[in-house]
T-cell receptor, first 112, second 116 residues
Framework: AQSVTQPDIHITVSEGASLELRCNYSYGATPYLFWYVQSPGQGLQLLLKYFSGDTLVQGIKGFEAEFKRSQSSFNLRKPSVHWSDAAEYFCAVGADDYKLSFGAGTTVTVRA | DAGVIQSPRHEVTEMGQEVTLRCKPISGHDYLFWYRQTMMRGLELLIYFNNNVPIDDSGMPEDRFSAKMPNASFSTLKIQPSEPRDSAVYFC??????????????FGPGTRLTVL
């Protein structure tokens, strides 16, 4: 079965600074990979996804992620964070059975 | 499109009462998922349906939980009797299940359940 590890529970970053959130997955075949964002009291919104092809994926809100098969990673990045990026971020891996396994999430705090 | 719709958004009930959570998936989506989110256990998949048929209910915690999907536009998750440890946010998600977009799941806003 597939699984996801997000090593960082909480990250604090200054507004305007860059952000990188780590995600490592475990799956025997080529995975489907996702990043979702959850603002307080809200549902999960899809930021980006990787199914195949170009390993650098662009998403909404200026986010991007890079799939590295050799490292079993799918890290999320943003060059310059805004205060509105404060939220919880979830990495997820999917398999052919249409099920998603989510990581524990990383909470991002943005300081002025 | 209105997205996935869940009701109620908040539910407060007393232990032992029956609770019914409702979900309307995005029109045309063939897959529907129920998740539970808690601080301790994160996001857990409870059950999912394909074309209104339950495919995998291995995540349903116990017999007190049941889910139905009587038609393509409506699903319910029922807890009877409810217990304080059922307090959580319950999310419904739907997915088109089409080639090229197989696993993208679109989430509803969730129902925050508090069992006193």
């Amino acid at each position: 079965a597939q699984s996801v590890t997000q090593p960082d529970i909480h990250i604090t970053v200054s507004e305007g600074a860059s952000l990188e959130l780590r995600c490592n997955y475990s799956y025997g075949a080529t995975p489907y990979l996702f990043w979702y964002v959850q603002s307080p009291g809200q549902g999960l919104q899809l930021l980006l996804k990787y199914f195949s092809g170009d390993t650098l994926v662009q998403g909404i809100k200026g986010f991007e992620a890079e799939f590295k098969r050799s490292q079993s990673s799918f890290n999320l990045r943003k060059p310059s964070v805004h205060w509105s990026d404060a939220a919880e971020y979830f990495c997820a891996v999917g398999a052919d059975d249409y099920k998603l396994s989510f990581g524990a999430g990383t909470t991002v705090t943005v300081r002025a | 499109d209105a997205g996935v719709i869940q009701s109620p958004r908040h539910e407060v009930t007393e232990m032992g009462q029956e609770v019914t959570l409702r979900c309307k998936p995005i029109s045309g989506h063939d897959y529907l998922f129920w998740y539970r989110q808690t601080m301790m256990r994160g996001l857990e998949l409870l059950i999912y349906f394909n074309n209104n048929v339950p495919i995998d209910d291995s995540g349903m915690p116990e017999d007190r939980f049941s889910a139905k999907m009587p038609n393509a536009s409506f699903s319910t998750l029922k807890i009877q009797p409810s217990e304080p440890r059922d307090s959580a946010v319950y999310f419904c998600a739907s997915s088109p299940g089409l080639a090229g977009d197989t696993d993208t799941q679109y989430f509803g806003p969730g129902t925050r359940l508090t069992v006193l």
